[in-house]
C-alpha cells in the first residue's frame, strides 16, 4: 500500500514539474515572439495554427505516440508542425490510386500543397487566410532552421509514388528512399539541433544523409 501511495505522489510530482515547465515554455515562447517584433494580432493567429497542427498529430492513428511525454516541451509544438506536414501530404498521395483519374486528382492536391510549401519557404503566410498548418510550419522552418529542400523532397517521394509502382534495382529503391524516408530523419534532427552546419556530424546525421 506504501508502494503505491509512494508511486502516485511521484506521478502528482511529476505531472505537476511538466505542467510548470509548460507553462515556463509558453512564457518564453511570448517573450521571443515580442523580441522578434510578432505582433498581438500575429501571435493569435500562430496560437490558432498550433493549435491546428497539435490537433492533427493528437488525432493520427498511429502505432507510437508521436508527442509523448520523451519530447521536450519546448520542440512539441514543433514536432506536431513537421508530422502534420507529413501526415497530410502522405494522405494526398495516398488517397487514392486505383486509376489514372484518381492518381491524376491525388497529384493535383500534392501540388497545391507544393504551393504552399513554397510560400511558406519564402516567408509570406501568417494571416488568418492562410492555411494553418503552413503558418505553423513556416515558423517552426525558421526558429529550427529546417531544410526545406527536405520537405519538397518529401512531396516528390509522394508524387513518385503516383507514378512508380514497382522498382526494378536496389539502386532504384534507394534513391526513391532517399527522398521518402531520409528527408524525416534529416528534419527530426534539425529540431534537435543535429543538422546545423556549425554542429559535427553524428552518427545518426550521417545516417540521414
Not at 529546417?146 to 523532397?153: G, M, R, S
Amino acid at each position: 500500500m506504501r508502494k503505491v501511495t509512494a508511486f502516485r505522489a511521484l506521478c502528482v510530482v511529476a505531472l505537476t514539474c511538466e505542467r510548470y515547465l509548460c507553462m515556463s515554455v509558453a512564457d518564453g515562447r511570448e517573450a521571443t515572439m515580442k523580441a522578434r517584433g510578432v505582433s498581438d494580432a500575429d501571435a493569435g493567429v500562430l496560437s490558432l495554427a498550433r493549435a491546428h497542427v497539435r490537433s492533427i498529430t493528437s488525432g493520427a492513428k498511429e502505432n507510437f505516440t508521436v508527442l509523448s511525454r520523451l519530447v521536450p516541451p519546448d520542440l512539441r509544438d514543433d514536432y506536431a508542425a513537421v508530422y502534420a506536414f507529413c501526415r497530410v501530404a502522405d494522405d494526398a498521395g495516398d488517397a487514392d490510386s486505383r486509376d489514372a483519374a484518381s492518381r491524376e486528382r491525388s497529384l493535383m492536391k500534392l501540388g497545391e500543397l507544393r504551393g504552399k510549401l513554397e510560400r511558406c519557404g519564402r516567408g509570406e503566410l501568417g494571416s488568418r487566410d492562410d492555411d494553418p498548418l503552413f503558418v505553423a510550419l513556416q515558423d517552426t522552418s525558421e526558429r529550427r532552421q529546417l531544410p526545406v529542400k527536405a520537405l519538397h523532397d518529401l512531396l516528390d517521394a509522394f508524387e513518385q509514388d503516383q507514378r512508380v509502382s514497382e522498382y526494378a534495382t536496389w539502386d532504384e529503391l534507394l534513391h526513391y528512399c532517399e527522398r521518402s524516408a531520409n528527408p524525416v530523419g534529416r528534419l527530426v534532427l534539425n529540431l534537435q539541433a543535429e543538422g546545423q552546419e556549425d554542429t559535427p556530424p553524428s552518427r545518426a546525421q550521417r545516417t540521414c544523409r
